[in-house]
């Protein structure tokens, strides 16, 4: 095997003749492996490859097989983002049946309960950005980026999205993502395939009550009064589900507190973060800059979050009094706007008590102090959020006058120095003046609070070799609700991980993860296999 680079401005890919003369010959298989964006000095595109010659072994990627399982034994699943229905196809490989109850609509029928949301200021509590089919990730751009380790193979994932619709750039790019505008058309593929293979989907199904039987079966009940049956359950509810966690403490099951992260989105001119980005080279027609960081503060995180060039801001409040943003793009990132969550870590010995939810209960209070004051203050728009330069705020001044926003219900110039916890505001006001990126300090900045769903503040305990709650055997628990994932591909690996271990048990999966290591196996393996 030979691995070899090439060259090529931004623009242009590389020329047939040069990957055949740089492999060794026509006979020479050409795979490529990885394409990155290099912004040191002159823009480039970085391609790399690997060739194989005839009597060289190459073992490309085959996804699973999906099975029929119109007749198998049927697991509930509860919800239908990345955990659970990556689950859900897990499931189908292994020849079981998924049955997926999800508390919101369907991804397209939520576009329209959004627009009201932007609209109106109204929340519909089961249907919104958090909740709905393909969970809160099907509208934050889909970025695929993920830094977990020795989770399993993410190829997995990737090679179904892009069976599903995605475009195979994400198979090789460093930074992969698909787009809010694209990925709805994904999910919406995914199930049905799901359905054509045997599987359910059951919409506006809330589960209220899962109930562990005599007989070691579940009951499982939804707001609507519907009974689903099964051995084995998947629960996968995303990290806003603060329902689902009552549910479980008031039948006595354990519950912790965990660490996430507050802070605010951070909104910059597009061209602001090219011109730095690309050291002043940026031309028309060079992808949207990127930027992420992180610096320590006061024995703190603060860190970037969740990019969006090019993007716009959305409200993501799950529930009335409350005011809560998010970020997204469109596959083109063409927008005049780059927006980021910029956050703080907060653990739990930084909130006082033993009570589980205390930092679900101090993310809502951080939630409702945003909302009451744009009320207080007159605001025209319900989800009105406060906000304030990047200068003023580190400086501790209120901002007389607001630059341009993406974000639709409208902002009112406030101090958010004080409306954030003091342990988030000092640390934030530190960190902006040392970002080292040219130009980000600037009261060209705007920031918008706040950004609060970054992960879960509670962790659902479960066995690390079988994946089942501690509290209720046969009941597996995964994805970011559950405490053990953070964005689209973790928490894909992690549903795939819990139908892997409640269908074959925890040494195929420990087998299944110890497989995947990097190695010159096939096409973006040595990135793709963590």
Sequence with gaps: MKEFEIVCPVGSEPKAREIIARAGGEKMRTVLVKRSLDCRKQPVWRYRYEAYA????????????????????????????????????????????????ERGKDVHARKYDMAALSRTGHIDPDSNYCYGEGGAGAFSDGKLFTRSSKRGDIREVLYALVKFGASERILTDAHPHIGSDKLPLVVE????????????????ARVTAVERLEDASFSVRTASGEEFRSSRVILATGHSARDI???????????????????????HPQEKINYAQYHGQWKQGFPAAEYSFVQQVDGRGVFSFCMCPGGI????????GTVVLNGMSNSSRNGALANAGVVVQIEPEDISGDDPFRLMDFQQSVERRM??????????????????????????????????????????????????????????????????????????ALLLGVESRTSSPVRIPRDPETLEYLSIPGLYPCGEGAGYAG???????????AATALALGPETLDASVAACRPGRVGLAVARNCL
Excluded: W
């Design 245 to 267: 966690y009552e549910m479980l403490r008031g039948v006595g099951g354990s519950l912790e507190a965990k660490g996430f992260a507050l802070g605010v989105r951070v909104e």
């Design 371 to 444: 909302y009451e004051y744009c009320t207080t203050q007159g605001a025209s728009h319900p989800l009105c959020a406060p906000a304030q330069r990047m200068e003023d705020f580190c400086l501790g001044r209120i901002s007389k006058k607001m630059p341009a926003t993406s974000y639709f219900p409208g902002v009112l110039s406030a101090p958010l120095h004080e409306l954030l916890p003091p342990m988030v505001a000092t640390r934030l006001q530190k960190a902006f003046p040392q970002v080292k990126i040219h130009g980000y300090y600037t009261n060209a």
């Design 487 to 497: 964005g689209i591909v973790s928490s894909a690996i992690d549903g795939i991980n």
């Design 189 to 204: 593929n995914i199930r049905k395939e799901i359905i054509a293979r045997g599987g359910e989907y059951h919409f506006g």
């Design 313 to 320: 801001l959305v409200p993501s409040s799950t529930e009335d």
């Design 54 to 101: 005839e009597n060289e072994a190459y073992a490309p990627y085959v996804l699973p097989e999906y099975k029929d399982v119109h007749g198998a034994e049927p697991v509930i699943v509860i919800g239908a983002g990345p955990a659970g229905l990556f689950a859900s196809l897990k499931l189908l490989s292994l020849g079981l049946k998924p049955v997926i109850l």
